[in-house]
């Protein structure tokens, strides 16, 4: 018997890196890039192939699972909170989210297994614990993360965000057409995080300013998603941006991505993510959104893909 398990990726709208110092952001769940985990029974060991992911296989002995393995340690909780004294099973890693481009690919395939290592063994894991369980797997991807990423990815639902305070979720009143432009750049969200900390560091009143800034453009944007407002949202999200270049950031191609889908007609752009390389999302109405695609790729965007958030189903287009 084959078990079958998945969880989406994900994009910040608005309010990355100040929700690590407890302010508000707003995430989306991107349900048509997902990573998945296919898993079937074997004795003895447990062994993960990952080769989307660039990894040799992973083989785990009896309850010996590697805490400083991002895999290991997530078969590892699992199978410690469904109870299996000894781990065994083939697991298989497919995912279709760049790494390290601010798309929660790591959440995501943690989530995935998660769920896998359970099925294998007969559980199925409960959101909440199973939400608990990646955040932990999130420590050793990003140092000191919010909780949004493996929050959104989970729950695969919009979200607004508050570090250790009760999920909300948002009700999004009129479809978002979100284009994600990827700089092809890889960047670690743990090494943006780090240089944001030391910045607060050096400059703790201009950056606390700067960061509360940010709060109160979620605020406003959140009530956007909620009523509608997309043109005001977009301008939101690319004053976000700029407040993200003096946060340092942006890159010179993050900067020119936002800047070419400003261009051919976007209501919004900006950096999504940890920032540094990585992706950009820009929020389009339905008559611009091939003009940004365009001008995206004749920009350098090394892909271009379609969300459409806020549908209410896990099946959003993405091509
Ligand atoms: C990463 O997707 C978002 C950051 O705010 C980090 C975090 O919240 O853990 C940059």
Redo the contacts with the bound molecule.
Sequence with gaps: MEVHASAPG?A?LC??????YGLP?I?IPLSGIRARAIGKASADTLTIFAEDLGQAPLRIVGDEYDRANPLSLMAGLTAKLVGAASMSGEIRIRSELPIAS?L?SGAAVSAALGRAVAQLYGAEIPDEDLNRIVFEV?KLH?G??????NTVVVYEKPVYFRRDAALEVITIRSGLRIVLADTGVASL?RD??AD?RALARKAPKRTGRIFDEIGTIVAEARDCIERGSLDRLGALMTANHELLQALT?SSPELDSLVDAAMKAGALGAKL????RGGNIIALCAEDSLCDVKDSLLAAGSKQVLVNGAGHGSRDDDSD
Excluded: M, Q, Y
């Design positions: 994900k910040i309010g990355e890196h100040a929700v690590v952001a995430a601010g929660g999130e990003h000191t993360p919010s909780g949004i990423d969200t943006a995080v944001v950031v999504s993510g940890g920032g």
